[in-house]
């Protein structure tokens, strides 16, 4: 098997796996409780916290754990957005967000705020000057992702955050990091970001555990109320095992994101080469191979239909994704990619191949051979 979908999610690591299994078999007490167990499981999440804060160069008090990713970006957005309601209801993001963003925003645009959206270019990057026009008084937050779960574009962040602060230090400036944690270096307390948010299944760790930085003095809106749990920010029994499991896949990434280059550009490289070597149309969609993220590689392939050549290459052990995994079952196209402005047919050929810090260079090489022959077995069937 060649697993090509990490953006998607990752394979669990061994050391993970058994980190979790083991948790789950010995860790018995509940964090809440005042005992000897209950503390001593409230001390591995105090530890989980400063591992990921390590990693952010953050304090780990400014960590809380949630359920994924999509519930610390409505945290940040929805609870963000409530939290400063009396001193404005203007909100800004953007037109490639992932999904759990921009419903987000619909949401609250349901609710009453008013939403400005920074369009982007033929890459995916979005128009800072645009985003400097569209900052107002009544602005309250701000919310960018940092590297696009489709074709992976790598937003400036310090230059955005550095625009928004200059406006206004009250603006609640968030980051959806998730496709970039544990990837791409990002400081949140450095560059003046206020809210971080971040997902384990994307670095080798389980799915279902993700968090959320919450910068000194930024006060949240709780979305779930009950036990008072994360200081009141998210109510409910902690999932020790999935958090300890979260801890030890950021242990396994942390020598990769301290490296000067990432070492997934070379793979990537090597990935791009041998496909656009034995299929002379094939195009990149979004950034350069080197510009982009390190693990996302969009690629389209005129003609052949995605889903076609997504089960073409499963039927060969090769897995890759048509787009976002939350959204391709239903998209018609991607709304990132008719975003960035491309024709419907070269939309509607795109594969998002997605590395990770468990692929190979061997593995990679005859990538290309093998879309090469199975462009060349569809291409004559489509063209009739």
């Known amino acids: 098997m060649i697993y090509l979908d990490s953006a998607a999610t990752t394979i669990v690591h061994k050391n993970v796996a058994d980190a979790i299994y083991n948790s789950l ?8 409780s005042l005992h000897r167990l209950g503390l ?16 952010l160069k953050v304090e780990r008090g400014s960590i809380i754990f949630t359920s994924g990713g999509t519930e610390a970006n409505n945290l940040a957005v929805v609870g963000g957005a409530l939290a400063r309601r009396r001193y404005g209801n203007h909100i800004i993001t953007t037109h490639l967000e992932h999904p759990s963003i921009l419903e987000a925003f619909a949401h609250l ?3 009453g705020f008013d939403i400005s959206y920074i369009s982007v270019d033929s890459k995916g990057y979005i128009d800072l000057e645009k985003l400097k026009a569209s900052l107002r008084e009544d602005t309250i937050l701000v919310s ?6 489709e074709i992976g574009t790598i937003q400036p962040i310090d ?3 550095n625009i928004v602060k200059s406006h206004s230090k009250h603006i609640y400036m968030h980051v959806d990091a998730i496709q970039s ?4 270096k990002l400081y949140p307390k450095q560059t003046g970001i206020d809210l971080l948010t971040f997902s384990a299944h994307k670095i080798h760790g389980p799915k279902g555990i993700g968090g959320l930085y919450i910068g000194e003095g930024i006060m949240l809106h709780s979305l779930v109320h009950g036990g008072g749990q994360e200081g009141g920010l998210r109510s409910g029994t902690e999932n020790l095992s999935g958090i300890i499991g979260l ?4 242990k396994f990434v942390t020598p990769y994101i301290k490296q000067d280059i990432n070492p997934m550009y070379e793979l990537k490289k090597i990935l791009c080469e041998s496909i656009l070597d034995k299929v002379k149309d094939a195009r990149i969609n979004g950034p350069d191979i080197l510009e982009g993220a390190p693990h996302i590689l969009s690629m389209s392939f005129p003609g052949i239909n995605a889903q076609t050549m997504l089960h073409a290459l499963e039927q060969r052990d090769i897995y890759v994704s048509t787009g976002a995994a939350c959204s391709s079952r239903t998209a018609d196209i991607s709304y990132v990619l008719k975003n960035i402005g491309l024709p419907r047919d070269i939309a509607k050929s795109a594969i998002r191949f997605s590395l990770s810090y468990m692929n190979t260079k061997d593995e990679l090489f005859g990538i290309g051979e093998i879309v090469g022959e199975i462009v060349d077995e569809l291409r004559p069937f489509i063209r009739r």
């Open 40 to 55: 001593e499981a409230e001390l591995k999440i105090r530890n989980a916290k400063k591992i990921v804060a390590d990693l």
């Open 247 to 250: 801890a030890e896949a950021v």
């Open 159 to 161: 230059e955005a955050t």
């Open 25 to 32: 078999v010995e860790d018995i007490g509940n964090p809440s």
């Open 181 to 184: 944690f544990g990837k791409l």
């Open 109 to 111: 645009q349901k609710q």
């Open 144 to 149: 960018i992702i940092h590297v696009n779960n």
